[in-house]
């Protein structure tokens, strides 16, 4: 079965969807050629106005229960307009996995757009972390809409890049400047030095930059504080090092940890909490879907937990 591209766009109620939803359809270029199914998963103030479209191959079909999204439905929506491509309103109050979860499989995500309102971004960060978490963490592009002078783009940065270091944040002013973040975010360790030493608080940071830039890491040796989990499935020789991290709330804590080569690794249990040197080199490994981390330690000694044994990105 032919691959659709979907696009889908992201945001709590007011944050300036639909407003981008309408410029987008009066794109030639996104819907030239095209017959372009448009679901709305919400209804906003704005409405679309047709009259202004590029083209008249465009339709539209609501979904207004979560229990609506199906393979099933959605195959069944594309087939009665004969889409080729689809736009997705999608509503901000459901989480984004949702989707992924149900959509069908030929269906390709092409970009996933993000839209905040400034001045209610931080409200929704303390009070809906779980749902601002969600939709940052797999958006490729993040807008803040409504952006004053009085307002500090370092409040909306850090929170960003605290869960996503490869998302392009744009500020849209009230004045109606357009301004690309480029706060320099240069991480809490030296990637260049003989040892990296990654400092407890920085451990989250740390493996997300490592999962993100294996390459980087090939060949550097590090040092970190780290939880043992000895498995006999691993082999002789081998343990898992790592540390628990919480994205967002306490629900998302998971351990993330590396294989770890040491011939002491008899002398460890799980649940140790121990020092950990060694050189990490990128290879395959039966934990990994693909190549991976694999820590071949020179050091592992024993020491106590960290004064928070839960790693934060903030």
């Known amino acids: 079965m032919q691959d659709t591209p979907v696009y889908l766009v992201t945001g709590f109620l007011e944050s300036g969807k639909t407003s981008f939803i309408q410029e987008t359809l009066q794109d030639k270029r996104f819907c030239e050629g095209e017959r372009v199914l448009v679901i709305s998963c919400e209804e906003g103030e704005i409405e679309l106005d047709p009259t202004l479209f590029s083209t008249d191959d465009i339709y539209f079909e609501a979904i207004e229960d979560i ?79 409504r952006v004053t002078d009085k307002m500090d783009p370092m409040d909306f940065h850090r929170v960003v890049r605290g869960l996503s270091r490869s998302a392009t944040i744009i500020y849209e002013k009230t004045t109606g400047e357009i301004a690309y973040d480029e ?80 011939k002491g690794s008899d002398s460890f249990k799980s649940y140790d909490w121990v020092e950990v040197k060694g050189k990490i080199e990128i290879k395959q490994h039966k934990m990994y879907e693909g190549p991976g981390p694999v820590l071949v330690a020179s050091s592992v000694t024993f020491t106590k937990a960290p004064e928070d044994p839960v790693a934060t990105f903030y």
């Open 183 to 262: 706060i320099e975010d240069p991480l809490p360790f030296d990637k260049e030095a003989d040892v990296i030493a990654i400092e407890d608080r920085d451990y989250a940071l740390f493996y997300r930059d490592l999962c993100e830039k294996m390459e980087d890491y090939n060949g550097k040796t590090v040092k970190f504080t780290a939880l043992v989990a000895n498995e006999k499935s691993l082999g002789n020789g081998t343990m898992l090092v790592g540390r628990h991290v919480m994205t967002c709330c306490a629900d998302d804590i998971q351990y993330t940890p590396m294989v770890c080569k040491w």
């Open 67 to 145: 229990s609506e999204m199906s393979p099933e439905n959605f195959i069944r929506l594309q087939k009665k307009h004969n889409a080729t491509k689809i736009l997705i309103e999608y509503n901000g109050m459901w989480q984004i996995g949702e989707l992924f979860n149900r959509a069908p499989e030929n269906w390709v995500i092409g970009q996933q757009i993000l839209f905040f309102d400034s001045a209610t971004f931080l409200a929704y960060n303390a009070n809906m972390r779980s749902l601002v978490v969600d939709k940052i963490q797999s958006s490729d592009m993040i807008i803040f809409n």
